[in-house]
């Protein structure tokens, strides 16, 4: 891995006899050139997030020699089972804690309720006999 700042980028999608560009398998793609601050240029697959560089931004890419050339990659972005786990747990506390807040909400905002009906001096009666063993 190796963070580089752009000085040039140019997308193509189709070669020198203005043909689609095709992989192995026939399906086109995008061919992305770009050059570092070192004055290196390098190949490799267009996406969505090659799209949104320009010149002078600093990106992290994997490059590879083959031959006289220089290819990038961009790093996998996909997290491992572990990773993912552990962000489940994360969430699933943090959905528990939102959960018991939004309860204290309403436990806060029904004594505030009896509180004010109690200040009025309304008479609420003895709590039904279920309520009263908890």
């Known amino acids: 891995m190796e963070k580089i700042k752009l000085t040039k980028i ?24 770009i050059q570092d601050d070192k004055g290196r240029k390098m190949s490799g697959f267009g996406s969505a997030e090659t799209q949104k560089w ?3 931004n600093e ?11 220089l290819n990038f990659k961009l790093p996998d972005q996909r997290v ?24 204290e909400i309403e436990t806060l905002k029904l004594g505030e309720e009896v ?3 109690e200040d009025e001096g309304v008479d609420l009666g003895d709590p039904p006999e279920e309520l009263e063993t908890i």
């Open 10 to 33: 140019t997308h193509y999608e189709k070669d020198r006899d203005n043909k689609p560009l095709l992989t192995k398998n026939n399906k086109p793609y995008v061919r992305c050139l």
């Open 59 to 69: 990106v992290s890419l994997e490059i590879e020699q083959r031959g006289q050339y």
């Open 54 to 56: 320009s010149e002078g």
């Open 115 to 117: 509180e004010k009906i």
């Open 80 to 103: 491992s089972r572990e990773e993912f786990d552990i962000m489940k747990k994360k969430v699933k506390f943090l959905d528990d804690e939102v959960e018991s807040l939004h309860k």
